[in-house]
């Protein structure tokens, strides 16, 4: 069954990993953590690929408890780069778990201490999807002109982290040498 954005078993998953790591942090069961973490970002990768194949990405809100509901769909340039910002999310929180759980956090972060461009790269690669995203905009976005006048605070925010994003790429691949 489709939810419009993805399908059941990627949020379960999703979901499931966060679940995981609660009760590993609950009960302070790092094996749990280090599985849900693994579950969680599994499950982000499927998501985003998912996105991207279908190139349509869908948010909604509950109104309950008196906020206001909204719904927003968002499709073509906008989807892919969330799509892409979840996958490497998802590969993010995949890895973070993979290494906790084979002992290797100390090396790897003596590893990205001495080479910072080895995070600044992936997180710059994210800040640029990410701005992609708001700078796209939503569907219902540009619904009207009043619609679209209300979401350029959002769009002005996507071209400074686009910008942004660029910026720790290039200067991320400075530091790796």
Same mark, same amino acid.
């Given at each position: 069954m489709k939810t419009g954005k993805i399908t059941w078993w990627e949020i379960g998953l999703f979901v499931s990993g966060i679940l995981i790591f609660g009760a590993g942090l609950k009960f302070e069961i790092h094996f749990l953590m280090q599985a849900g973490l693994m579950a969680a970002g599994? *499950? %982000?990768v499927a998501g985003?690929?998912?996105t991207i194949i279908t190139k349509r990405a869908s948010f909604s809100s509950s109104s309950e408890g008196g906020g206001s509901y909204y719904h927003h769909t968002y499709t073509g340039l906008g989807a892919v780069s969330w799509g892409a910002?979840?996958?490497l999310l998802g590969f993010g929180a995949f890895l973070g778990g993979l290494f906790w759980l084979l *002992? %290797?956090?100390t090396q790897v972060a003596e590893l990205i201490k001495a080479r910072p461009g080895?995070?600044?790269i992936p997180v710059g690669i994210m800040a640029f999807f990410m701005g992609i995203h708001n700078l796209a905009g939503a569907r219902e976005q540009r619904a009207s002109f009043w619609s679209f006048l209300g979401s350029m605070p959002a769009r002005i925010f996507g071209l400074a982290l686009t910008a942004a994003g660029v910026v720790m790429v290039v200067f991320g691949?400075?530091?790796l040498f």
């Open positions: 599994t *499950g %982000l985003g690929i998912d910002f979840s996958i *002992g %290797l956090m080895l995070w600044l691949m400075g530091k």
